[in-house]
């Protein structure tokens, strides 16, 4: 039985580089499926629909469409605000109203548990209702999934930024700390190692939040690598906690799902530049450090080829089951083969994904937990695609 | 009268990502001169002249050489080092030692300043020999020549971050500050501008070392744009300084050239973010701060064509100059036609660009000294050349 009705999409959560392809592959996937009579796009998400702030999304040009997919940041605009019952109702309320019978909702996990939730609600009113969640999050973090759409793009930006990076670092000798992305997993850290193309190229350390960090152990760690190679290049995640699991730094906001604030300030790099400069105490050294911050999630043009491709595969994916099969559900990526690289997209049960987040393997790090192993670089590599190789005279 | 004998390259003070093309440029036309019969390449500058730490330039194949001109970061090693009268003695034995009658040095100011101590003293100790100092620096701050080398593609990757982050403040909207390198010139905070494509797009506001910044007027100019578009993205630069010529932040530590640090930490953008969040006190706003730090320098493949030309340019010029001419100098860039963009080389004076640095011109910078001129976008358009087209929906 396939449901005919209008369809809404919407946005949430931080932005990645292709979240707009998800949006433009489900678009052009419903205008391709008769069942949907209308494609009403949600500004600024769930605030959108209870607002029904909508946008019609049946007419422009694919011209227009394809500058949208190959734009960064959600072109629906986006929202961070976890709906409670209250607002889950207005939200249903307002799909019966406009006879919605599709919702996808593009976002990580907090967006997945939004669409579990407006889905139970459609279940207990009876209501024939579809509801989709499409995968997107530099993050890395869903379960069920190999991978998240946004993700790679953003790891082919840090592996980029540390390839200069230390470049510019074996130039002007020195201690340099980057602070990448990443509140609870470390995967966008360890992105980092794709940057090294020889034994000697930075990043020397990685400190990511699946292990404890221990200001004396990274000092140490520091002292170690600047005796053997003159300099060190430290990748380090925003969201390194000290034993008592307590972020090591942060401005102590919060956001509306209740994290706490890490992005957006240069406290945690400054607090650990100055860990730095104590440990060499009494010596001259160079020390600085650099927040990555949004442009991580933001920067036009560094995209990986995969990511915008299976970015495009989950919106059309999502579309067409929700068609086809009727039944609600998270779209997740399965890899099929590493060499050549090829996946294919499968449904997961909304209750799998939504709230819940994974971190880095084990496999992914390395005993001394201060880098990463040549699993994780397996598993990344192609993900990212091809990088370029630095010249270098010795 | 050509001088015959060896020649001594260096790279000097922060890198870039076109600095290689112009040691490539150089090389291969010492190459092509016979009078320049070895061509030895000092690791880390003066440093390395010192030491006598040398390489062969000799021998590397092509395709070495054209990897490291895409490469970021001085490929010879850099250094922040102003000799003094000692120094740029040892320098001068060492170069009479080697018999070195040519030395090319690029850098900066201070690069050029070196270089016009060491002239000099040639002169004073009748020892016939050619010093040139080639441009570079993302700064932009050099005299004489219409631009620099290195600037532009830095200037393009501060465009292109603003452009992605101005799509990101739209889709979850808020205040962003954007804090961009410039100690005492705002050329590479100006070069945000490039990054609008419509009206309401940002940066709304830019900052710059050449006026006085004001913490009131700054809280009411970002309060004025939230009123009008419910957002703000603002550009300043790490430079600016306050009424009484202060920086309006620092860590208060110097380089060896005395410079004030102000890149490597995140305290600016930090502390406007708190002025901004003081100015909004009990309104809910969403305010953010990132500091671009060493990526805007050192980032790999975002590089204008034409900055990529002209560096190699550059180079060439210099050693070709040096053969045939044998008088010290400066290159410098001379625009000759802005639509088609064409340019063209000439040697001024050490004296001219030594020390002293340029800023932005006043008609650069529009009359509440918050933004840039119309002016200042037809200069430095053809510089980064195209852009990416932002696709929008709304």
Redesign the interface.
């Known amino acids: 039985m396939t449901l005919t009705g209008n369809m809404v999409i919407g ?1 949430s959560g ?2 990645t ?1 292709v979240i ?1 392809q998800s949006l433009v592959g489900a678009i052009l996937a419903a205008r391709e499926a008769s069942a949907i009579t209308g494609i009403l ?1 949600a ?2 998400g769930i605030a959108g629909i209870m607002n029904e702030d909508f ?1 019609d ?1 049946t007419t ?1 040009s694919h011209e ?17 605000l976890k709906p409670g019952k209250a607002e889950c109702e207005r939200v249903f309320e307002v799909f019966k109203k406009h006879n919605v019978r599709y919702f996808f909702y593009i976002g990580g996990n907090d967006s997945a548990e939004t669409a579990h939730i407006i889905a139970e609600m459609a279940k207990a009113a009876d209501y024939d209702f579809c509801t989709i969640h499409i995968p997107k999050t530099i993050d890395n973090d869903l379960k069920v999934t190999d991978h998240c759409p946004g993700f790679a793009s953003a790891a082919k930006f840090v592996a ?2 540390f ?3 230390d ?2 670092n ?3 000798s020195g201690i ?1 700390i980057n602070v990448v992305m990443g509140r609870d997993a470390g995967f966008l850290t360890a992105a980092s190692a794709l940057a090294r193309q020889d034994e000697s190229d930075g990043p020397h350390l990685i400190y990511v939040p699946e292990r404890t960090f221990d200001i004396a152990r990274f000092q140490a760690d520091v002292k170690a690598v600047v005796a053997k190679y003159g300099r060190c290049v430290v990748a380090v995640s925003e969201g390194i906690t000290n034993a008592a699991g307590e972020p090591v730094m942060t ?1 102590g906001e919060r956001d509306s799902h209740g994290n706490l604030q890490l ?5 945690l ?2 607090f650990l ?1 100055g860990k730095v400069k104590e440990a060499f105490a009494g010596e001259s050294v160079r ?9 991580q ?6 995209v990986s080829s995969v990511d915008a491709e299976e970015a495009r595969m989950v919106g059309q994916h999502a579309v067409q089951h929700a068609v086809a099969n009727g039944e609600p559900g998270s779209v997740a990526i399965r890899r099929v083969s590493n060499a050549p690289y090829a996946s294919e997209c499968f449904i997961t049960p909304l209750a799998s994904v939504a709230r819940e987040a994974t971190q880095l393997k084990d496999a992914y790090i390395n005993d001394a937990g201060n880098h990463v192993t040549q699993a994780w670089l397996d598993y990344l590599a192609p993900l990212v695609g091809e990088l ?7």
């Not at 999630?297 to 560094?302: D, E, K, L």
């Not at 370029?388 to 010795?394: A, E, I, Y």
């Open positions: 946005q931080g932005p580089t707009n796009g500004r600024h946008i999304l422009q227009t469409l394809e500058r949208l997919a190959a734009t960064p940041a959600a072109g629906l605009g986006s929202v961070r980029l930024a390839m200069g990076d470049r510019d074996a130039a002007l340099k401005t992005s957006g300030s240069g406290a790099g400054d530049a020390v600085r450090a650099d927040t990555f911050g949004y442009l999630r933001s920067f036009p043009g560094v370029p190789q630095m010249g270098k005279l010795f």
